[in-house]
């Protein structure tokens, strides 16, 4: 099977390995919520095959469809959630509507901009700022 057919079978959970917090966050996602989607580390990812750029994979969780589709941030914990067993489908409708979509994304957003102060952050985990 070539690459991209393989890739385009599965979903995809990219995450910045070089931050504490979001390894932290991984282990939980690994250990809590069961997903069939594959979940690694941008450095160890074929980003280009993917559609992904290392500045988004920096910048934010990125999640990949099946079908080649990119959902970023917020978007892409629903995602994950809607990939999951139980329950966790039900939330990752929820916060993937309009209207919560915009409380999910600002939350995700203050979340990541301050990663290194959160539990298992360091220093590494400290997003480059926009100049």
Known sequence: MSPSKNIAAK??????????????????????????????????ADLKVLGLTTEQCNQALQWVNSDGQIRSGSRAVAQLLKSANRAWPILGVLIDLPGI??????????????????????AACALDSPE
């Open 11 to 44: 979903s995809f959970l990219i995450w910045d390995g070089d931050c504490a917090f979001c390894a932290r966050c991984v282990q939980l996602i690994e250990k809590r919520i069961q997903t069939s989607a594959k979940i690694i580390a941008h450095q160890k």
């Open 101 to 122: 979509r915009l409380i999910s994304s600002a939350i995700y957003k203050l979340i990541a901009k301050n990663r290194q102060h959160l539990p298992g952050g360091t």
